[in-house]
């Protein structure tokens, strides 16, 4: 499996952007994919999860201006960031893991988002 997250760049507070995460060799639909972030000098954190299936979606505490979709057709998993604050400056990083694993074996190369204030 490969991925690859893209859709980061230079934003203004309050602004919104999609990151895209497109998927080759295995399609999303046999893996659970989620999008992490990690700051500068903190610790990766989880954003959200969405099924195999698509159907359930799972989003870390705290997370409310941040929707994970998928789209089947296109094999790609978004994530929609409205709102955007400078706490929200990171790097974006799109994963995946097989549905009876807890770690992620999959890892997309990150895209950076930059919220200036």
């Known amino acids: 499996v490969q991925l690859q997250a893209s859709g980061g760049g230079l934003v203004q507070a309050g602004d919104s952007l999609r990151l895209s995460c497109a998927a080759s060799?295995?399609?999303?639909?046999?893996?659970?994919t989620a999008w992490f972030r990690q700051a500068p000098g903190k610790e990766r954190e989880l954003i959200a999860t969405?099924?195999?299936?698509?159907?359930?979606k799972h989003y870390a505490d705290g997370v409310t201006r941040f929707t994970i979709s998928r789209d089947s057709a296109k094999n790609t998993v978004y994530l929609q960031m409205n709102s955007l604050k400078p706490v929200d400056t990171a790097a974006y990083y799109c994963?995946?893991?097989?549905?009876?694993?807890?770690?992620?074996?999959?890892w997309g190369q990150g895209t950076l988002v930059t919220v200036s204030s």
């Open positions: 994963a995946g893991r097989e549905a009876a694993s807890t770690s992620h074996a999959y």
């Open positions: 060799g295995r399609t999303f639909t046999s893996y659970v």
């Open positions: 969405i099924s195999k299936g698509g159907g359930s």
